[in-house]
């Protein structure tokens, strides 16, 4: 786990969407704190330490609070529409000796065997769900791909785990497949359509035929 960054908020005065763009208007973003027996606190933060921060750190921050120190977990992070740019986040007091339930990022790494046989990799889980100290939560958590096949992949419980950190079962089952290979699409050959295509158009002909056919005798009949 990396150093939580250190983030100074400073208060908020209101609430509400207004107040939250005037905010990030002036390179602020509005974050919420709460938990641990105290009261909530709306407060904000640079937006630009916000994002240097994120850069190297993904859960546990330490926030400044009124020239106090407070360790916190994020909780909810919100985005813009596409995803690029922080909108609000929620924080969570925690004690770093405290189990704590998060995900932690998959890195999947290597070139699967199956991949190079023609199959395509699925990645059902970017994620894992883990249980650990506050003070132990990993950055992420590397996953060798290359030893899988066709039709194969890695569950959740063959993910390798650091020392202190466990599946966290309530969240995700050990035998829930994270990333896998599935054999090749197959696709029906062009010819089959064309030749479909081909009966239907001798089965019409054969038909106009016969109508043609039937219209004669008729007229022939109708001379004799």
């Known amino acids: 786990m990396s150093t939580p960054s250190l983030l100074e908020t400073q208060a908020r ?29 709306a407060r904000t933060v640079d937006a630009h330490a916000l994002s240097l921060a994120f850069a190297t750190t993904s859960q ?27 909108l609000h986040v929620d924080f969570t007091r925690i004690d770093l000796s405290e189990e704590v339930h998060v995900e932690v990022k998959l890195e999947f790494r290597g070139d699967p065997v199956g991949v190079n046989a023609g199959g395509t990799q699925i990645i059902h889980h970017p994620a894992l769900a883990v249980k650990c100290r506050a ?17 194969h992949g890695i569950h959740a419980n063959e993910v390798a785990l650091p020392a202190g950190v466990t599946l966290d079962e309530d969240e995700m089952a050990g035998e829930e497949q994270v990333v896998g290979v599935v054999p090749p699409r197959v696709e029906e050959p062009a010819e089959s ?22 219209g004669e005798e008729k007229k022939d009949d109708g001379e004799g």
């Open 13 to 41: 005065e209101g609430t509400g969407s207004r107040v939250s763009r005037r905010e990030r208007a002036a390179g602020r973003i509005p974050v919420n704190v709460y938990g641990h027996g105290q009261g909530n606190v």
């Open 60 to 86: 546990v921050f330490t926030l400044g609070i009124d020239g106090q120190q407070e360790s916190c977990l994020v909780k909810e992070v919100q985005y813009d529409t596409y995803g690029q740019h922080v």
């Open 135 to 151: 003070d132990s939560i990993p950055d992420v958590l590397v996953v060798d791909v290359s030893g899988i096949e066709i039709g």
């Open 193 to 214: 359509e064309e030749g479909e295509e081909g009966a239907e158009g001798e089965a019409a002909e054969a038909k106009k035929d016969e109508e043609s056919g039937d």
